[in-house]
């Protein structure tokens, strides 16, 4: 196959820069050349394509190369586009990705998968009207990634807290924002490659915070965590929790690819979602690396004895195998 790159520049670091003023090293170049290596040693041909603020230059660049597939699409705006170009792609679909964190969780409790009590609010004067789970609280942008906007204050014990936790959501990243229950218990995240019935899930693995963190901050995901793969917990747990993530995946119609994040209780053995993570990292360091961090699902691979070209075959196959069933139904559906 030909395949094309996607290389977004900033793409993990630019809400977390709107919420809090720094800038961050952008390690998107690193990336984008981990995943063409990774797909070049699985004997495609690749170009890796930067994303451009230009609209044209982005349909001219996608529509030249002729590409049988693109991968590394890691935003709304980016999967709009190629299907507005009907380019098949890597990963989920627009009906998915543009959706938010709150209408995903609507969809989890529609699908019995147990998901934090939420209120969700656009604007400060809704605090005093919207109907609230009990204190603790964890605040959070209701589209955030890569733990943009999330600090120890995200966890609130009162509505002096709450507010102030809103308030910077709100005036900073121009996002609403989701108020859930603060889940106490271990956090765990889980990746899962293919579609439908035949989608696999990795190894589960479990993220413990080191030093002041509470929650896994921005910071603190800037390699503070302490991995544990497979997590610390007994196998009825693991069992329970790549149950969970398999029905949240499906339920929402993820495809190819993505990351549940949980955090699990102990002492009830309930599983809570958090999030599906659809453009979840997928690189694995070889120790060259400059800003690049290690993914989770690299954590997972890892501990598989996977290789990036492995991650990649896998990868490539399950979309391929999904692209080619969508060939078929779309002949069927012409008859
Ligand atoms: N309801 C919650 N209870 C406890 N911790 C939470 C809750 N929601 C989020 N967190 C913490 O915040 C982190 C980021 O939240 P998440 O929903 O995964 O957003 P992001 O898309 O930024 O990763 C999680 O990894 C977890 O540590
Ligand atoms: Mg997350």
Known sequence: MKICVL???????????????????DDAIEEAR??????RANGHSVEIVTWSNDMVK?????????????????????VALLEILHIPFMGSGIDLVATDKATRKRLWREAQVLTPAFALISNLEQLSSVELPPFPLFVKPVRGRGSAGITNESIVHNHKELRRACQRILYNMQQGVLIEEHIHGVEVTVGLIGNGADVMVLPPLEIEYSGQARTNTFMHKQDNEIFHCPARLPEEAINLLCEAAKRAYNSLGARDFG??????????????????????????LTGDEQHLHQSYIGKMCEQLGWTSRDLF??????????????????DTAND
């Open 7 to 25: 290389h977004r520049p900033y793409r993990n670091t630019e809400w977390q820069t709107k919420f809090s003023g720094e800038k961050f090293p």
């Open 34 to 39: 981990h995943h063409a290596e990774a797909i």
């Open 313 to 330: 075959q896998r990868l490539l196959a399950a979309c391929q195998r999904r692209l080619s069933e969508a060939m078929v139904d779309d």
């Open 259 to 284: 990351r549940i994040d949980f955090i699990y209780v102990p002492k009830t053995k309930q599983p809570y979602a958090l999030e599906l993570n659809t453009f979840a990292g997928l690189q694995i």
């Open 58 to 78: 982005n349909i001219r660049a996608l529509q030249s190369g002729n590409y049988d597939l693109v991968v590394n699409a890691s935003s709304l705006e980016e």
